[in-house]
């Protein structure tokens, strides 16, 4: 029997504050293979090209607005053009929520400037 799957990282944070929508999450997990060593093949061979083995961890992404189709992410760290993708795809993602962020945060100022304009109005 293989070793079970130990976790770097193992974490599942609920998008809403209680009270709003239920159900949209994001789930983050990172296999930990710090004590697994090379995999090798069932029926490995001394000719067997692919025996011994590395392995890519297990990891996920995965984001949900609670539908039944969450979006999972993959990422790859079998190659460095496969690393470079992976952290890219990452540094990407944390600047796109960054940005989207701030435009946010100017816009509630901006609804808020509204909201008191219309109260001035109605009284």
């Known amino acids: 029997m293989g070793l079970p799957y130990r976790a770097r990282v193992d974490e599942r944070y609920f998008l809403n504050l ?3 929508h239920d159900g949209e999450y994001v789930f983050a997990y990172v296999e930990n293979t710090t004590d697994r060593g090379l995999e090798t093949g ?3 061979d001394d000719d067997c090209e692919h025996c011994p083995y590395n392995f890519e961890p297990k990891m996920t992404l ?4 609670g539908g039944y189709r969450p ?3 993959e990422f ?3 190659s460095e053009r496969g690393r470079a993708n992976t952290l890219h795809k990452l540094d990407t993602l944390i600047a796109a929520l960054r940005v989207f962020r701030r435009g946010i945060v100017a ?4 609804y808020q400037r ?3 304009e219309l109260e001035q109005y109605r009284s």
């Open 18 to 20: 209680p009270g709003f």
């Open 42 to 44: 069932i029926d490995c």
């Open 62 to 65: 995965e984001i949900s607005d």
């Open 71 to 73: 979006v999972a992410l």
């Open 76 to 78: 790859d760290v079998d």
């Open 107 to 110: 816009e509630i100022g901006e």
């Open 114 to 116: 509204r909201e008191q």
